[in-house]
């Protein structure tokens, strides 16, 4: 043992003693915000941004954000834990930023969708396969009830079993029958639903060596002020980063 790690283990309980809670190198895990945009732009991105960047301060985790596709590179990624596509629309990735994000996941790295991460990257199949689904078309906003499937989640167990709350909801292509679904919508609910009975709204799964979560809700830039609505997204994010 040095003289270093010898001072830390005759410290550590004189500060536990005096009440407080210290750890030595700890650092704690890092997430990437991307919203690039090569499409619709949403409203809400700023938002949601400031939004996570607090849920991380909260929480202990930090967040980076970013429109620059450059920045996946397999050194880069490999600072954090988990990534965020808040929204993005359209191509946003090339074809060497596309491998390092499959690499990074592959080396179990986590990813968290929000909203529009559905409406970007439609012709490469191994990003739809992991985002869960491909947007189709939405009606107007519009009030509608949301279904809870799983009340053990970290995402929704603080939901009641009905939740309703406006927002914009997709329909959806290209949906994968592998993931965990968390939440449904109700289709007599409100007006515009294509998906019929089985339409999530909310899911995770493990993927190709790493974690995964989507969730639909976030459009509006209110959500990124709804205290259930962003547990529900704390929740996913603590998920990918298997906190």
């Known amino acids: ?121 439609y012709n490469w199949p191994w990003y739809v396969k992991m985002v869960g689904a491909s947007f189709l078309s939405h009606p107007e906003q519009q009030v509608a009830k949301l279904i809870v499937t799983d009340k053990k989640n970290r995402s929704t167990k603080h939901l009641p079993g009905i939740w309703e709350r406006k927002d914009e909801w997709y329909n959806f292509k290209n949906l994968n029958p592998d993931v965990n679904v968390l939440l449904k919508i109700d289709e007599t609910s409100y007006k515009g639903g294509k998906n019929g009975d089985n339409h999530p709204m909310a899911w995770y799964h493990a993927y190709d060596g790493g974690r995964a979560f989507y969730t639909e809700l976030g459009h509006t830039n209110e959500s990124f002020s709804e205290p259930a609505y962003l547990q529900h997204l704390l929740g996913g994010i603590l998920y990918a980063l298997k906190k």
């Open 1 to 121: 043992m040095n003289a270093n790690q010898l001072f830390k283990k005759m410290l550590l309980p004189v500060l536990v003693l005096a009440g407080f809670s210290f750890a030595f190198n700890k650092k704690e895990p890092a997430v990437l915000i991307f919203s690039k945009t090569n499409g619709y732009r949403h409203k809400s991105i700023e938002a949601g941004i400031a939004a996570i960047k607090k849920l991380g301060l909260e929480n202990k985790f930090s967040a980076d954000n970013t429109e620059d596709s450059l920045v996946f590179t397999n050194e880069n990624l490999a600072k954090y834990k988990a990534v965020i596509f808040l929204s993005p629309t359209g191509d946003v990735l090339g074809d060497e930023q596309q491998k390092a994000l499959e690499n990074f996941i592959q080396q179990g790295g986590g990813f968290v969708g929000v909203h529009a991460a559905s409406d970007c990257e």
